[in-house]
């Protein structure tokens, strides 16, 4: 099973990319192949639900500054030592956290989309809502794939 983790600020434009990819998401992907969170940050008590013993793949999603493709999608690796938590909780440190208290390491990708407008408001830019879209897609493509 998935467990796709979708995170930003709605209240700064497109930095709630991910956000709002997961809630899309939510509404159209099978429970039963997927677990589908929108989260404001990642926070250290989700190490519980990647240590869970039916999640074998992770998908973070994530806006990106500067990013000039619409889409980009990467393997990621658990990262040991500590980091910031809050905001600065990374994807990989936060695997790192679950593979030292639980002793899982499900194999996890990041998806970025690009974020051109990070101004206080909760407006998408052009860009952004043309690359959730796309996103959209593709991922409950995959999703579904994997379930069948």
């Known amino acids: 099973m998935w467990l796709v983790l979708g995170y930003g600020n709605l209240m700064r ?3 709630g990319l991910g956000y709002r990819l997961a809630e899309r998401l939510a509404g159209q992907v099978d429970g039963k192949s997927a677990r589908i969170q929108a989260l404001h940050q990642l926070a250290p008590e989700l190490t519980l639900e990647l240590a869970a013993s039916d999640i074998e793949r992770v998908l973070f999603m994530d806006a990106r500054r500067g990013q ?18 809050g905001h600065q909780l990374s994807p990989a440190l936060l695997l790192g956290m679950t593979a030292e208290l639980y002793g899982r390491r499900p194999r996890a990708w990041l998806l970025t989309l690009p974020a ?10 052009e860009a952004a809502q043309s690359a959730l879209g796309v996103a959209q ?10 379930a069948s």
């Open 13 to 15: 434009g497109d930095d």
């Open 68 to 85: 000039p493709e619409i889409f980009r999608m990467g393997k990621i690796e658990p990262q040991a030592g500590v980091g910031r938590c």
């Open 116 to 125: 051109a407008d990070l101004g206080f408001g909760m407006r998408l830019s």
């Open 137 to 146: 897609r593709r991922v409950r493509a995959l999703l579904e794939a994997r």
